[in-house]
């Protein structure tokens, strides 16, 4: 059978269950007496083997099924949950994320052998090879008797159900049953076992549910209970007939058994008395496939190009729906203008649908971090917690994708220079454990994202300090410098205030890096910090990168577009009124000072005749974090929204240049980037 057909789906299943594994251990290494979040990364690392091996990938299947092993005796308390065997579980996590990305790349899962960590967990296995040597079934019924026979609940119906299958003369069956510890669909075998008792009689109630059973959320064993005409040993030789069936147990119970089950509160007769109502009109609940109404999600995996094509043709759609409008709007009846505001509105909501559809949760990004963080803060002996949240907030899946990098640098420069030591925090009055906060919230059309952490924070006369001994300012103009204005020294390019440059960072190494990423996503970054309480970078990012409102000006003989998102308002400035600090003009806006920057400069365009009746500049202020500067256009033209078009690897390197897009008359208008601009 051909299986690459099958590669893309593997990958990405095994990409989700490798999230929830890292997720789980991160869990287990806070509270290792869970042994619910102990049974979820046995099903992970059991669903993996299962997967590796259906796909041929030996080498996968063989670690995960010797991290089964470490597993079961973690499960069954043969062994004590210790650091050390929580770290060698992050190696196996590393080991099969690294499988499988050989797999996405290649198709292959590569050379390495990893047998240090195999040899590891063969290790501790050894260690209980008693244990795993004896009968599995003598394991499995001496939990059955630790845990009461593995006892279900009665409620009041279903004590009434027994009572009335007994005054029948009808059979009551407590069916243990025990799959092979090498089945690989459990849910599969069990859905088999359940249509054969339910041909046979009626089920009452099972251990596990009968939605965790469906789901696999089972460990190889089960109980049911169930009314019958026929005798125990049909029932025995039935369902030891199912493939992968290890041990049938049948025990007929009498009333004198069914008094020692537990009984069920409860609290609500009502409920119990509509379930008995359904059975009396044949609506049963038992099987798997029979179960209450379950709430499926109705989801279907889309490769983003499609998405991609999706996009550029709503794209397309738009650009003829402003060309439209720009051809009737001298000469439109009143039927014309209806038809156009309907298709208007058509398109708008197509858009918008095509976003969403689009937008992925910024958890996928924050779900790394905990990790990260974990790593950190033991490779630098230091205890650090993260705190997340607004991870449902939504992001382009092509921002998504970017945004993970920089984000990493800011996270280490957080832990390795902004955290202090245990004990120099205990020293300041701080808690021994260091915290680092990422947040992330809708602003707008803009995402915001958050980091800051209570760590030391900058200092400031040391950056200052740098920034002399590089030459950047004289002595004379850096004295006026503001504390904001000197942080943002740390975005040059190789600017770095560390004594000592890391492997994981250095303050300022790779924040020029994290200020180019952002600001080609159409974001800004600002970073703010307080000596001694810590430091908060600040990232805004646009929602989409293919679709904005813009507003269109007039700058000499050409249009130009400015992101509405970054406008902040649109005012008259009288002349006179413009000054001059350190060779830039300036003016004030509402007692702000705001820097003025003439766009026929900037762009390097011939300045038109003055307009000896106009008195006043066209002045758009625009922001960049929380900074404001004065954009000076000749005239404005329109709000509209506009498609995004690249201008192509030639011209990719032009400052001040962010796109460009087609307008309703045809012609080309480019996009200004406010970011490199101001």
Partial sequence: MDMNKYLNIFVEESKEHLQDLNTSLLELEKDPDNTSILNEIFRVAHTLKGMAGTMGYAKMSDLTHKMEDVLDSLRNGKIQISPDVVDVLFKCLDALENYVENVSMTGDEGDEEYSEIIKFLSGISNKNNAVHTT??????????????????????????????????????????????????????????????????????????????????????????????????????????????????????????????????????????????????????????????????????????????????????????????????????DRECAQTLENLERVTTSLHDSVMKVRMVPIESVFNRFPRMVRDISKELNKDITIHMSGE????????????????????????????????????????????????????????????????????????RKKVLDKGLESEESISGLSDEEIIQYLFQPNFSTSDKVTDLSGRGVG?????????????????????????????????????????????????????????????????????????????????????????????????????????????VVVKKGEKLSGLIVDSLINQQEIVIKSVGKLLSNIRCIAGATILGDGNVALILDVNSIV
């Avoid at 040993?233 to 007929?252: I, M, P, Q, Y």
């Avoid at 202090?420 to 808690?431: A, C, L, T, V, Y």
Wanted: proline letters at 3%; glycine letters at 4%.
């Fill in 135 to 332: 009968d599995i079934h003598d394991n499995k019924t001496a939990e059955k008797e630790k845990n009461g026979d593995l006892r279900l609940e009665l409620n009041i119906y279903d004590k009434n159900v027994i009572e009335k299958a007994f005054e029948e003369s009808l059979n009551v069956y407590e069916i243990y049953v025990e799959l092979d510890q090498k089945c690989l669909l459990k849910a599969a075998r069990a859905f088999i076992i359940f249509q054969i008792l339910e041909k046979y009689s009626d089920v009452i109630k099972s251990v596990p549910s009968v939605n965790d059973i469906e789901d696999e959320k089972f460990d190889y064993y089960f109980t049911v209970m169930v009314i019958s005409e026929k005798e125990e040993e049909f029932f025995t030789k039935e369902l030891a007939s199912v493939s992968e069936v290890r041990t049938v147990e049948v025990t007929k119970l009498t009333r004198d058994h069914t008094e020692n089950f537990k009984r069920k509160p409860d609290s609500d007769k009502k409920q119990a008395h509509e379930k008995e109502k359904k059975v009396k009109h044949g609506i049963t609940d038992s099987s798997p496939k029979s179960t209450e109404k379950r709430i499926t999600a109705k989801t279907v995996r889309v490769d983003i190009e499609r998405l991609d094509v999706l996009m550029n043709l709503v794209s397309e759609l738009i650009i003829i729906k402003t060309r439209l409008d720009g051809i009737i709007s001298d000469d439109r």
């Fill in 392 to 463: 449902e907030t939504e992001l382009d899946r092509t921002v998504i994708d970017e945004i993970g990098e920089p984000l990493i640098h800011i996270i280490r420069n957080s832990a390795d220079h902004g955290i202090e030591k245990p004990e120099e925090r205990i020293s300041k009055g701080k808690d021994k454990a260091g915290n680092i906060w990422l947040r992330a919230y809708q602003d707008g059309n803009n995402v915001v994202i958050e980091v800051a952490d209570d760590g030391a924070g900058i200092d400031i006369e040391k950056v």
């Fill in 511 to 619: 924040l020029d890096v994290v200020k180019t990423k952002i600001e080609t996503l159409g974001g800004s970054v600002e970073l703010i910090s307080k000596r001694g309480q810590g430091s908060k970078t600040i990232i805004r990012l646009p929602l989409t990168l293919a679709i904005i409102q813009a507003l269109l000006v007039m700058v000499g003989t050409e249009k130009y577009a400015i992101p509405l998102n970054s406008i902040r308002e649109i005012y008259n400035v009288n002349p006179e009124d413009i000054q001059y600090i350190r060779n830039q003009e300036v003016t004030v806006l509402r007692d702000t000072v705001i820097p003025i920057i003439r766009l026929h400069d900037v762009l390097d365009i011939d300045v038109k005749e003055p307009d000896t009746n106009k008195k006043q500049l066209t002045c």
